[in-house]
C-alpha cells in the first residue's frame, strides 16, 4: 500500500515563525499536494506539485511556500506563521490524474 | 468552477442499517472520488468512480456523470464506519480537486 508519512501530528509554533511541514511518499508518486481544513470550509488546496521542483499554486496559496527537491517529498512552509494558519495540513499523493489519491495522517497545527 | 454538494449533512445509524450518501455536482466532471474521514482525520480513500459503478466489501458507489451526481452506498453499518464521507470532483486537464463539506455519519452499537 502507498504510505504518505507527515512528520508530525500536532505542531505548536508562535506567531512570527518559520514552519516546515513534512511530506514523504513511499510509491515513487509524481503528484503531491497540500491541503488545509478548516471547519465550515472543508478543504482547501493550497499547492501541488507534478515533478520535482515544480510547483502551481491552489486555491489559497498566500503565506505558504513549497519545496520538492527529491520526487518523495513534498514540504509546505509557512514563511512566518500567523493565528489564522491554525489548521489542519492534509499531504496527498496520486499516481496520477486517473488514480484515487491518497492521504497522510494531518498536521494539526496551532499557532499562539 | 464546479460547486459540490452532499447530502444529507448528518446522519445517524443504528448498527446494521443500511444508507446511502448523495453528492451533486453542477458541471461535468472528469474524476470523482470518495473519501472517509475517520475521528482521528485520517482520510481514507474509498473509490476513484468518475463513472459506472464499483464495490468494496459493503461499501459501493455509483457515479451517473451524465445526470452529475455520484451515489455511495453502505450496507450493514458498523460503528467504525462513523465519521464523515467526502466526495471530491475535477473537471479535465486540472488537479484541483473541489471538496463537498461531507455527510457525518454516527453509528450507534
Known amino acids: 500500500d502507498v504510505k504518505v508519512t507527515q512528520s508530525s501530528r500536532y505542531l505548536v509554533k508562535r506567531t512570527g515563525e518559520k514552519v516546515f511541514l513534512e511530506c514523504v511518499q513511499d510509491?515513487?508518486?509524481?503528484?503531491m499536494f497540500w491541503y488545509r481544513q478548516d471547519p465550515g470550509l472543508g478543504l482547501r488546496l493550497i499547492y501541488f506539485s507534478y515533478d520535482v521542483k515544480m510547483k502551481e499554486k491552489g486555491d489559497i496559496p498566500e503565506g505558504y511556500s513549497v519545496s520538492r527537491e527529491k520526487k518523495e517529498r513534498f514540504s509546505l512552509i509557512l514563511e512566518s506563521a500567523s493565528t489564522n494558519q491554525t489548521s489542519m495540513y492534509l499531504c496527498?499523493?496520486?499516481?496520477?490524474?486517473?488514480?484515487?489519491?491518497?492521504f497522510g495522517s494531518g498536521t494539526r497545527l496551532t499557532v499562539v | 468552477g464546479i460547486q459540490v454538494e452532499q447530502s444529507p449533512p448528518d446522519l445517524i445509524l443504528q448498527e446494521g442499517a443500511n444508507s446511502t450518501l448523495r453528492c451533486n455536482f453542477s458541471?461535468?466532471?472528469?474524476?470523482l472520488q470518495w473519501f472517509h474521514q475517520n475521528p482521528w482525520g485520517q482520510l481514507i480513500n474509498l473509490f476513484y468512480?468518475?463513472?459506472g459503478t464499483k464495490q468494496n466489501g459493503r461499501l459501493s458507489a455509483t457515479t451517473v456523470a451524465t445526470e452529475r451526481y455520484s451515489l455511495l452506498y453502505i450496507s450493514s453499518s458498523q460503528t467504525t464506519d462513523s465519521g464523515v464521507y467526502f466526495c471530491?470532483?475535477?473537471?479535465?486537464?486540472?488537479?484541483?480537486?473541489?471538496f463537498g463539506t461531507g455527510t457525518r455519519l454516527k453509528v450507534l452499537a
Open positions: 468512480i468518475p463513472s
Open positions: 471530491a470532483a475535477t473537471t479535465s486537464g486540472t488537479y484541483k480537486y473541489i
Open positions: 458541471d461535468s466532471v472528469n474524476n
Open positions: 496527498a499523493s496520486t499516481a496520477g490524474p486517473n488514480y484515487g489519491y491518497t
Open positions: 510509491m515513487d508518486h509524481e503528484n
